[in-house]
């Protein structure tokens, strides 16, 4: 059994699938997607910095006197529906996906018994949320994992905890911890994505009691996954797999199993109504930074943000399906993959490495121009063999000067309707 102690925490094996799986969607989504402007931080920009800009934006919006809780009953979800993002999800290449049950200003998209008319069965949808995202999901066969952020900006609770030096914990007992309980007893979690740690130690939060009981005695006992934001000084030390920071890229391979999450909108998790074009990734970011994240052992947690009537804006749509597209031909290199003894061509960052076993995969993300393709890490043998996914047929090769082999690809590109964004060597019998 697990003690609620780091060390012994810390020394869980991390359940295979997590490892497996490489691509999940992160979906965050609430009464900050009513306003739709800045970020998800609105309310917190708005009344805890009390930014000019915010207060001049909601002045020419809404009457005078408008709360943040007034904006509750606009969260409609009018639209959501759950069978048609799990289909987007499953096209788009998922194999997790993790949504905000309740983010730093505390409304929880859930009936939460804590958080009295201050969730989603309350007010706005009149929709329990996240039972209805997981059931579609579950249909799809794809795990289903739960953001939750610990701290709430504006709660009196945790204002008066947090005043007394978090020497009393009121909010924990009364709110966090509840919660989570509640989450994990009602949902069954694959996933616990933890937030809003940074304020308060451990002691504090009671973190490590509630992973003990995860870990020990809850019905996901032996299938659940954690990250690292579990209370201040945790990150990148603590807990299952490690998040580090959001957008994090690691220059070397970790020791440790990693996840990095990113967001198509570069500048917001949560959806805005004023983003451009230039403000989003285009599909060959979004595939580079899966390809460079897999190659490091890590996983790739990509964000989009629904509207507040519960759409997936079809620019959000057209990138998802673009990945799903690109997994469809060149998976077999990312999913179920480990980390070569190479990660990436020495000279260059557009060539990088992933294995399964014997086979050695190479994803070059620029087409050389001469069609051959310089590969000066793998050591070729007499039974080397090399093939392209998506392309039937070998590929012919050659040793090259020096070290390495030289690979004559296909003369036109594989797909004929639109350059890709990335394509795969499969290399057997190399070193």
């Known amino acids: ?192 994505w933890s937030d809003g740690d940074w304020e308060a130690p451990d002691s504090y939060w009671n973190s490590t009691s509630f992973l003990a009981w995860l870990y020990n005695d809850s019905p996901v006992k032996d299938t659940v996954v954690v990250n690292d934001r579990w209370c201040n000084n945790c990150s990148c030390r603590h807990g299952g797999y490690y998040n580090c920071a959001d957008k994090y890229k690691p220059g070397t391979l970790p020791a440790h199993k990693w996840e990095m999450c990113s967001s198509i909108d570069r500048r917001s998790w949560g959806y805005r109504s004023n983003m451009s074009l230039t403000e989003l990734m285009d599909e060959g970011s979004i595939i580079e930074e899966l390809v460079h994240t897999v190659s490091f052992g890590g996983n790739y947690l990509l964000n989009v943000g629904p509207t507040k009537e519960g759409v997936i804006v079809p620019i959000f749509q057209e990138r998802l399906l673009a990945l ?40 070059f993300l620029i087409w050389p121009r001469d069609s051959v393709l310089k590969l000066s890490s793998p050591a070729p043998s007499p039974d080397t063999q090399v093939t392209m996914l998506g392309f039937a047929g070998t590929l012919p090769w050659q040793h090259s000067p020096g070290q390495g082999l030289l690979i004559t690809l296909p003369n036109m590109l594989p797909s004929p309707l639109r350059p890709q964004s990335g394509w795969t060597v499969r290399l057997q019998g190399v070193k």
Not at 331 to 360: C, D, F, H, L
């Open 324 to 363: 799903g597209r690109w997994l469809d031909t060149n998976g077999e290199a990312i999913y179920e993959s480990k980390p070569w003894r190479v990660q990436m061509e020495n000279s260059t960052n557009t060539v990088w490495y992933t294995s399964k076993g014997p086979v050695v995969y190479a994803i």
């Open 1 to 192: 059994r697990f003690r609620p102690s780091w060390p012994s925490l810390d020394s869980r094996p991390l359940p295979a699938w997590f490892d497996r799986a490489k691509v999940g969607l992160f979906v965050h989504w609430g009464v900050f997607s009513v306003p739709a402007w800045g970020s998800e931080w609105f309310w917190w920009h708005w009344r805890g910095e009390r930014s000019p800009e915010y207060e001049r934006w909601v002045r020419g919006r809404y009457p005078p006197g408008t709360a943040y809780t007034d904006l509750a009953p606009r969260f409609t979800a009018s639209d959501f529906q759950p069978r048609s993002w799990a289909r987007l999800f499953q096209r788009a290449g998922a194999r997790y996906v993790v949504l905000t049950t309740k983010h730093h200003d505390g409304f929880a998209n859930w009936g939460s018994p804590v958080s009295w008319n201050w969730n989603s069965v309350d007010t706005g949808p009149h929709r329990d949320l996240v039972g209805e995202l997981g059931q579609a999901l579950r249909e799809s066969n794809i795990r289903y994992g739960l953001y939750h952020s610990l701290l709430e900006w504006f709660n009196p609770l945790y204002l008066a905890d947090k005043e007394s030096g978090f020497k009393t914990q009121n909010f924990v007992f009364k709110k966090t911890m509840p919660e989570l309980y509640d989450l994990v007893l009602k949902y069954k979690p694959d996933l616990i």
